[in-house]
């Protein structure tokens, strides 16, 4: 399986956000701009999705929706309250190993939820130092999920600056 862990765009401050909950924050322009040059670059990679898998923040909804526009995939998005980000990593991989049988999976969430998954998956450990930034991408490919110790391999770490570029070209 391959599988492209995503952290959601810039979404508005929530020091300066008016929204009663977190979960509410909305992408800014810039991060729905930048999105839509990172999905660009994913597509000028060749990299393909069968499913969107996504946390239910409208932030993170809203970074699926841009995919899933670029990948014509928009019936393709499945929420999941496992990617929000206060639950344990461990429930979001029971749920894809139960739930998706597929090739290719895109995962849509959060930070620091995000790099303890990518932890878990390739190093059994959910403290890896990895930074993920706002519409950066990781690519891990993965024989079996259902391994406790090395689930996964970590092809590629990519910087939404880097994948703007690619998607310039």
Known sequence: M???????AIAVDE???DYEQDSERPL???GRKKMRQVAKALRNLGVEFDLILSSPYARACETAEILGDAFKMKKKIV???NLVPSVNPELLIGEINEKYS????????HEPYLSALIGLLVAENAKIDITLKKGGVCYLAADDLHHLDHRA????????????????K
């Open 15 to 17: 020091a300066l956000s």
């Open 153 to 168: 391999t970590l092809e590629w770490l990519l910087t939404p600056g880097i994948l703007m570029e690619i998607g310039d």
């Open 28 to 30: 800014t322009d810039k």
């Open 79 to 81: 929420l999941s309250d």
């Open 102 to 109: 597929v090739d290719s999976m895109a995962v849509v969430g």
């Open 2 to 8: 391959n599988l492209y862990i995503i952290r959601h």
